[in-house]
């Protein structure tokens, strides 16, 4: 059973894996309801054709369509953390953690050796997700996100290493 069958096995209702075009507007739905500056249909299309992008998705019970995703872009060995989000009715589960546990396999997997971010600092639960997932913070962008008020918010750049014996899981126990 490869690492991946185990994966899905142990997570009963929530799985994750890959997401093709066809989700693209589904994507775009989930976009629109995380972030002020919403990615298009379109947007998804593209980056879903695009062979330096890693998108999972999240799939709850027998659900067809996603409600939650990853997506990151490649180069060379080191990846950036594009956007992550679930759907409202999907969040304070856990489910974020399966969906960037596989996502970080994943890249693994795929020979990623460094994976980078932006998150905004006052997002509690995306900046509490990526430190149990190891990121650590390596600098700080202030402005870096345009807010709907006209206002500025700052970013917080985070990085996570992987090494060669390292799976992707927070140190701590399974969730
Ligand atoms: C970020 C996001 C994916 C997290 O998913 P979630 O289901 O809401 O979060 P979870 O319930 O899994 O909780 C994640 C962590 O945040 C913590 N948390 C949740 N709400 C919190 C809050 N209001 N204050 C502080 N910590 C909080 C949880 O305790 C958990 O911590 P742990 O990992 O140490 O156990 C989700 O909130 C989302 O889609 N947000 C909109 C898009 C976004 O901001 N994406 C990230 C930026 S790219």
Same mark, same amino acid.
């Given at each position: 059973? !490869?690492?991946?069958?185990?994966f899905?096995?142990?997570? =009963?209702?929530?799985?994750v894996?890959?997401? !093709? &075009?066809?989700?693209?507007?589904?994507?775009?739905?989930?976009?629109? +309801?995380?972030?002020?500056?919403?990615?298009?249909?379109?947007?998804?299309?593209?980056?879903?054709?695009?062979?330096?992008?890693?998108?999972d998705?999240?799939?709850? +019970?027998?659900? /067809?369509?996603?409600? =939650?995703?990853?997506? !990151?872009?490649? &180069?060379?060995?080191?990846?950036? #953390?594009? !956007? #992550?989000?679930?759907?409202?009715?999907?969040?304070?589960?856990?489910?974020?953690?399966t969906l960037l546990a596989y996502h970080i396999q994943a890249?693994?997997?795929?020979?990623?050796?460094?994976?980078?971010?932006? &998150?905004?600092? =006052?997002?509690?639960?995306?900046?509490?997700?990526?430190?149990?997932? +190891?990121? #650590?913070?390596? =600098? &700080?962008?202030?402005?870096?996100?345009?807010?709907?008020?006209?206002? /500025?918010?700052?970013?917080?750049?985070?990085?996570?290493?992987?090494?060669?014996?390292?799976?992707?899981?927070?140190?701590?126990?399974?969730?």
């Open positions: 059973m !490869s690492w991946l069958d185990r899905r096995a142990g997570h =009963g209702q929530a799985r894996g890959p997401v !093709s &075009v066809d989700h693209a507007p589904r994507l775009a739905e989930i976009h629109a +309801g995380a972030f002020a500056r919403p990615w298009s249909t379109e947007d998804f299309e593209r980056f879903l054709l695009d062979r330096a992008i890693r998108a998705g999240l799939f709850l +019970g027998r659900e /067809r369509d996603p409600a =939650g995703f990853a997506v !990151s872009r490649t &180069v060379l060995d080191e990846a950036e #953390v594009l !956007s #992550v989000a679930l759907a409202r009715p999907a969040r304070g589960r856990g489910h974020s953690g890249l693994a997997h795929a020979g990623i050796a460094r994976i980078h971010l932006e &998150v905004e600092d =006052g997002n509690l639960p995306a900046l509490a997700l990526y430190r149990r997932f +190891g990121f #650590v913070q390596s =600098g &700080v962008r202030p402005g870096y996100y345009a807010r709907p008020d006209g206002t /500025r918010a700052t970013a917080m750049s985070m990085t996570r290493i992987l090494s060669g014996s390292d799976p992707g899981f927070p140190s701590g126990p399974a969730r």
